[in-house]
């Protein structure tokens, strides 16, 4: 006799960028194994698969496709998901840095975060418009997870090839006092970027610097030295180290 079939609890999620809603079902006992052995794994592109494969798995709509997603996005429905998975509760850890006595502190303390009410933060986020000379305007896009690794490795490496590719991934439009531009290659959009003037270039870095994230401040007091502070904790990875 073959064992019975299991089922799953659903729930709703919104796209924070879109609005629009999706049904999830919680991961499994073999997906949470496979996340734990990815954990402290340094392949970033292995990490950023495996995201994309889970949301894909558990999710039950039709017309999802995470890899369309912006990466806070991603970010935003994992954390839910985990939440609906494994619990709300993350038990998160602060080093105090507070000078006693001519030397930092050093205490390790641990406080919990309810992932439930941790939302992303569009306060100061960036513009998607962006004049680059009279009357020529470029529309950007949010940048999904792939080309947010662009972002990542100019950060650590200041290789302008990836900063480039990752500007040419987000451009959505490019539009004129007679046209909206929507179709090209992204070979024809590298040629356009590195043809602009430098000034124009480096607005670009502002609409990167500013990306709405998840983000969530803490009221932290050290258990030993007694010194208070704010916490912000930022992005995926703040959340679960």
Request: aromatic fraction near 10%.
């Amino acid at each position: 006799m073959s064992l019975p079939k299991l089922s799953h609890p659903t729930f709703e999620l919104k796209i924070p960028s879109s609005g629009n809603k999706f049904l999830f079902r919680p991961y499994t006992v073999k997906e949470q194994k496979i996340l734990l052995t990815l954990k402290d794994s340094g392949d970033e592109k292995e990490v950023t698969d495996l995201l994309l494969q889970l949301l894909a798995s558990t999710c039950l709509s039709e017309g999802f496709n995470p890899k369309k997603l912006a990466y806070f996005d991603v970010e935003y429905l994992f954390m839910k998901l985990r939440a609906k998975s494994v619990g709300e509760i993350v038990d998160l850890s602060y080093k105090c840095n507070n000078p006693v006595e001519g030397s930092p502190c050093g205490t390790i303390n641990s406080f919990p975060i309810n992932l439930d009410g941790v939302e992303v933060n569009w306060e100061g986020s960036s513009k998607r418009e962006f004049p680059i000379q009279d009357g020529l305007t470029v529309k950007m896009s949010y940048p999904n997870l792939q080309t947010m690794g662009l972002v990542e490795s100019y950060n650590q490496s200041k290789n302008l090839e990836d900063l480039i590719g990752a500007i040419a991934d987000c451009v959505e439009n490019i539009k004129d006092e007679e046209s909206i531009y929507t179709e090209f290659t992204k070979e024809e959009m590298i040629g356009f970027i590195t043809g602009l003037n430098i000034s124009s270039f480096e607005s670009f870095l502002e609409f990167f610097v500013d990306l709405p994230k998840i983000k969530e401040k803490v009221n932290f007091k050290c258990k030993k030295c007694g010194y208070t502070d704010v916490i912000t904790i930022s992005g995926l990875l703040d959340f679960f180290v």
